[in-house]
């Protein structure tokens, strides 16, 4: 198993930016494929963005597409989330995730073994 620990979190106006991290410990960061989800009171944890083990491909949910940014450094065992153009509707809880043995860049909760606990991000109007 891998431990995720997120951080970054906070409270932002509308417009304005933050940048997750995801550190990982315990096993070799780079043999992971690593994602970020969020769960807002009341909803599904939902899928946000994904990255492959070595950087090279991404995925992201329709709804962040253009403002967020995926990015990892396997030196660092580190995963980053950069978020601009904040929005309220991007209130949630966001969590890090990591799953290996594939090299397909993962989307859904259920793909994922490995998962932090969480960080808040809030978003004022």
């Known amino acids: 198993q891998v431990q995720l620990v997120e951080s970054g979190g906070g409270l932002v106006q509308a417009g304005g930016s933050l940048r997750l991290s995801c550190a990982a410990s315990?096993?070799?960061?780079?043999?992971?494929?690593m994602g970020w989800f969020r769960q807002a009171p009341g909803k599904e944890r939902e899928f946000v963005a994904a990255i492959s083990w070595n950087g090279g491909s991404t995925r992201y949910a329709d709804s962040v597409k253009g403002r967020f940014t995926i990015s990892r450094d396997n030196a660092k065992n580190t995963m980053y989330l950069q978020m601009n153009s904040l929005k309220p509707e991007d209130t949630a809880e966001y969590y890090c995730?990591?799953?290996?043995?594939?090299?397909?860049?993962?989307?859904?909760?259920?793909?994922?073994?490995?998962w932090g606990q969480g960080t808040q991000v809030t978003v004022s109007s």
């Open positions: 995730a990591a799953r290996a043995g594939t090299i397909v860049v993962l989307t859904t909760v259920r793909a994922y073994d490995n």
């Open positions: 315990g096993r070799t960061f780079s043999n992971y494929n």
